[in-house]
């Protein structure tokens, strides 16, 4: 489902003639790493209670790319305590992103949310690396102690994919799956619009879209 959205929103931007490249990805070389950054994702490593030296990503992907901007559809398993852990690390006080604020109000909101889809073992564990770096997970809904090795790995990628967008030259968009859109004279949540979206909801998201960038 969260693919499906992701693809008619591509479709629906192309539909209005917007250069967009879905499915975007960019190759992380190590010499971008520099100290500086390099401290920046051990302070989120140790928010998350990593256990070792961080594992960096080697390619960020995004879900499509307009022009220089890069954006990214985040679905509910990324608002939850973790992901909010990592947007007060030291990465969001050196750069500025225009959508963190929101996302820490998602995070303390949608947490529910989170764990209605999230208990999955694919999603609460993760692969094998995240129990690997965070620990075993505690049983599935229960976040006291170790809580989910999964999500914390989710929220440190998340954290990893913001900073290199950076380091790379690209301005990424975040849009959360709760974002509202004035539509019709009335707002309507993204997530529901891509759904089933028609000509006039699609104008509308297409506008949207446009004026984020505009703002950055």
């Not at 075993?136 to 229960?142: F, I, K, L, R, V």
Request: charged share 25%; glycine share 6%; net charge positive.
């Amino acid at each position: 489902m969260h693919h499906s959205k992701i693809n008619k929103l591509v479709n629906l931007l192309l539909e209005q003639d917007l250069e967009v490249e879905s499915s975007f990805t960019l190759d992380v070389a190590p010499s971008i790493l520099d100290q500086r950054a390099s401290d920046l994702m051990q302070d989120v490593y140790q928010k998350l209670g990593g256990l070792h030296q961080p594992i960096l990503l080697n390619k960020v992907k995004f879900d499509f790319k307009i022009d220089h901007y890069v954006f990214v559809y985040d679905n509910e398993n990324h608002f939850n305590r973790y992901r909010l852990s990592s947007l007060k690390s030291k990465v969001y006080n050196t750069f500025s992103f225009i959508w963190k604020d929101a996302y820490l109000r998602l995070c303390r909101t949608y947490e529910r949310d989170c764990l209605k889809s999230g208990m999955q073992e694919r999603i609460w564990n993760g692969p094998p690396i995240a129990q690997k770096h965070f620990g075993a997970s505690e049983e599935p809904g229960d976040l006291s102690g170790s809580g989910a090795a999964g999500w914390k790995l989710n929220a440190y990628n998340d954290a990893q994919i913001d900073l290199y967008s950076r380091l790379l030259g690209y301005k990424l968009i975040r849009i959360p799956k709760y974002e509202n859109i004035m539509i019709g004279g009335s707002l309507k949540m993204i997530d529901q619009l891509l759904l089933s979206p028609n000509k006039g909801s699609a104008l509308g998201i297409a506008a949207w879209v446009k004026r984020k960038c505009e703002k950055l």
